[in-house]
Every structure is written in C-alpha cells, then in structure tokens.
C-alpha cells in the first residue's frame, strides 16, 4: 500500500487548564469557593488577600462569563506581570477583584467578634438540680445514671431491666430502688423528662397542673387511652368514648396542645449555618436591580515583591515560580468571571421574575434553564451551575437562584402557570378555610378550575405534600 500525507481540518473543544478552573469555580457555592481560594493562597506565594484596609483600585476590563461549551480565555504570560498575550495586561493584578469592593464599615470592630454564649445541655441541667437535692450518694448515682441513659429529647427509651443489667451484681440493685430513682428523675425540670412513651410524657405533664385546671382530667383520660384517636383527629369516635360535649372536647384537646412532647428538645444544641447571599435585589427608580454581594467577593492579587522578582529576571520564563504567576492570574481571572456571569444570570432571572419580587409567590411566572441560556448566549450547562447554591437576597426573603426556576401547568386561556405559583395558592386556599370543614384535594382541584387552572387532583396532593401540608382528616378541628 502506497502511503500518503492527507491533510484535515476540523473543530473541537479542548479544555485547558484555565477553562477546567474556571467551570470547576462556577459551580462552587460561597463557601466551598472560599475554601479553594485558602488552598490556593497556601500552595501559591504569589497570590494573596487583599486587606481589609487597602481599597482596589479601579479594573478598566469587562470580561465576558465563561461558556462551558465555548472557548475559554487564553492563559497569561510567564514574561512578567506586565506582559501578557491575552489582554490581562488591563487588569491591575495588584489591586484585587473585582475593582468595586469598598471597605469594611468602620463601626465593625474585627478585633471583637460576637460569640453566642452556649447553653446548657439537657444532661448539665439536670445534675445541676440532682446536686442540690438531700439524696443518699448511692441513690444519687442512680439518677445519675438514668440520666446518662436519656435520649436527646428527653425520653428514657431503654427498659429499666437493661439498665440494672449495665450495674455490676455486687451493688445489690434492687428493681425498688430503680422505680425510686425513675420517679426522682421525672421530677426535675423540664416536666416529662424521664419518660418512656409519649402518653406517658404528656401524663407527667398534666399531673403536674393544678387539679383545678379546666379539662385536666378528659385530657388524662385522651392521653392515657385514646391519643392514637386524637392523632387522628377521630373526634367523633373520641366524644362517644369520653361520653362528652363538643366544648369539654375542644377544652381538653386546647389543653393537650399546650403541652411539650419533646421536653428535652430545647436543650439540643444545633449547629447554625449562615446562608451568605451572592447577589442583592433592590428596586431602583421603579426597576429591579441585581448587585452582588462585595462582602462575598474575594479580594485577590499578585504578590508584588515575587513579581519584580520576576520581571527583573525575565530570562527565567520556565521557571517554577513563573508557572505559579500564571496560575495565580488565572485563578484572579477566573473568579473575576465566575462572579460576573452570577451577575448576568441574576438580572436576567429578576427581569422575568419582576412580578415575583412584586406580588409574591403566586405572581411567578414560568421559568427554564434554556430561557436564560439563550437570552445571555450561555450553555444550559453553564445556567445550571451558577443557579446551584447561590443565593439572592430580595426584600422578599433570600432565595437560591434555582428558586426561580420550575415547570409550568396549562391553563385554560392558552397560557402557562408556574408550578411554585400553584403551591402559593394551596397555601392561600388551605389557610383561609374553614378549619371544620377543611377542603380536600378534589375540591382545591375546582377551585382552581374556576380560576382557570386545570390541575388534577393527584397533584395537588403532590403539592400539598411537598409545601408539608397534612390530608383533609388531619386538618379538621372541632
């Protein structure tokens, strides 16, 4: 076979290096960001923070976002910082990004941060009253070790049998002596701690009111023997069983719901995690405006001791720590971008969704990925990752941008209603009802039909579900 040179040309997509982080920092939230920029700070000498105190100075270069699916931005030169190939020479890589950062209001102290005093747990509070009462030490150790066996809401769910098996038999514990020490337990605050089911929590909790009380004693009597009648709000079954009016129910049932189930729940201490928004919405001379968030840029810029290194040694070009200049414009770049393109997405969602912002949930409107991708001349790809865990700030409360977005339900009139308005509604209709007469999803159906909404019945159910709403049996009251 006779060879040949052919010659071709075709198209295809290569990922360098900096289109690779740039994709990887757009899908990053806040924090996972923030996490990455410590990285790199840790392994590259010359990026760094800009402080709190240096104000940036102004960039005069308008990037455009980078496209999953197009050509990312051509590397920086190793040369120096002020040579580069692919326009970076506009940007001042001494003075961070992006250039509007302002500083920090002067009335924060850093120095001083506010630290929330932390609370007792369940298990302090209750060997606290356990150290001033007048106990024997071994009936004290006996509390004390019911107390480690509580569960976090307060309940004893391990049977006393097992708790006698975890005492060595040469103490001689006596079954007599655990009921003694379960009833000194049950005695401390919070009322119902120390108890083994929920009829008995909520027991506890209603000998524990004045015999006076109104209801006291039918709300014994529904808890001891009939909860399972009162969860399901079976009120009829109920009154026949306690043989009682319509009042001296709802009296007892009103009692029953001031009462606590989980005593011990005030006392779980949860780890609090603060949303950090990316963008604020404000309205502006009768126009919804998207900025974002200075706070939640990071300021970066180029080490400018390790780059007169660099220019005053231009022959080094392939050294390692020129390789670490061009990583580190790109990663100044890059993060430029990835905050201009939440930028763009953010304004064209609140320019469709104005009458969200305006009127509130039931005013959303329709919404795709591809919408937006096509108006700003973006990948889908692209959309979806700057909608995922970001955050947008509105007078409205603070959503993530994938909020915004969802599917949409035929109406009658030839037109679309988004899926988060229909749940808006449920919510209106559920809530203005007659707590006697509670609608059923058969019934919101047509309610929604007369407005011109066609949604069947198995999707309301759906919605009703999804927004934790319970079926019609649940809501009915007396």
């Not at 976002?65 to 506009?90: I, L, Y």
């Amino acid at each position: 076979m006779k060879q040949a040179l052919q010659l071709k040309l075709s198209q295809h997509l290569t990922l360098t290096p900096q289109l690779q982080q740039s994709i990887r920092l757009l899908q990053l939230s806040t924090m996972e960001l923030n996490q990455e920029i410590d990285t790199f700070l840790t392994e590259n000498p010359l990026l760094e923070r800009v402080d709190a105190g240096v104000e940036a100075l102004p960039a005069t270069t308008s990037h455009q976002p980078t496209d999953a699916a197009g050509d990312g931005p051509g590397p920086a030169g190793p040369e120096g910082p002020e040579a580069s190939t692919d326009g970076s020479e506009d940007i001042d890589w001494y003075s961070g990004v992006p250039a509007s950062a302002g500083a920090r209001d002067e009335d924060e102290d850093p120095n001083f941060p506010q630290i929330a005093a932390e609370s007792p747990s369940l298990r302090e509070h209750l060997l606290v009253q356990v150290s001033f009462m007048n106990l024997e030490p071994r009936d004290r150790r006996l509390v004390e070790l019911l107390i480690d066996a509580l569960e976090d809401d307060g309940y004893l769910l391990m049977p006393l049998e097992e708790v006698a098996d975890l005492i060595p038999q040469e103490l001689g514990v006596e079954p007599e002596e655990l009921q003694i020490a379960l009833r000194t337990l049950q005695s401390l605050d919070p009322t119902g701690v120390g108890a083994r089911s929920a009829h008995e929590c909520l027991e506890l909790q209603l000998l524990a009111l004045p015999r006076h009380t109104s209801g006291r004693e039918r709300a014994l009597a529904i808890v001891r023997d009939h909860l399972a009648l009162l969860a399901a709000h079976d009120f009829v079954r109920l009154r026949k069983a306690l043989d009682c009016t319509d009042d001296q129910l709802r009296q007892a049932h009103l009692l029953i719901q001031t009462l606590n189930p989980h005593p011990g729940a005030k006392f779980t201490s949860f780890e609090t995690r603060y949303i950090v928004p990316d963008v604020f919405v404000r309205k502006t001379k009768n126009v919804w405006v998207a900025s974002l968030n200075q706070d939640a840029v990071p300021k970066l810029r180029i080490n400018r001791m390790y780059a007169d290194i660099l220019q005053s040694n231009r022959g080094a070009s392939g050294s390692p720590l020129s390789q670490r200049l061009q990583e580190a414009r790109w990663l100044i770049k890059n993060v430029q971008q990835r905050f201009e393109t939440i930028l763009r997405v953010s304004q064209a969602i609140v320019d469709r969704q104005r009458h969200f912002f305006e009127h509130g949930e039931v005013a959303m409107r329709p919404l795709v990925l591809r919408e937006i991708a096509e108006t700003l001349g973006l990948h889908e790809s692209t959309i979806s990752r700057v909608t995922t865990q970001k955050f947008m700030l509105t007078p409205r409360g603070i959503f993530e941008l994938k909020y915004f977005f969802g599917s949409h339900v035929a109406t009658e009139a030839g037109g679309a209603c988004s899926a988060t308005a229909i749940r808006a509604l449920i919510k209106q209709l559920i809530a203005a009802e007659n707590a006697k007469k509670p609608l059923s999803d058969g019934k919101l159906s047509q309610i929604l039909a007369q407005q011109g909404i066609v949604v069947a019945r198995r999707t309301i159910a759906k919605y009703r579900e999804s927004l934790n709403i319970p079926p019609v049996n649940l809501r009915k009251a007396l």
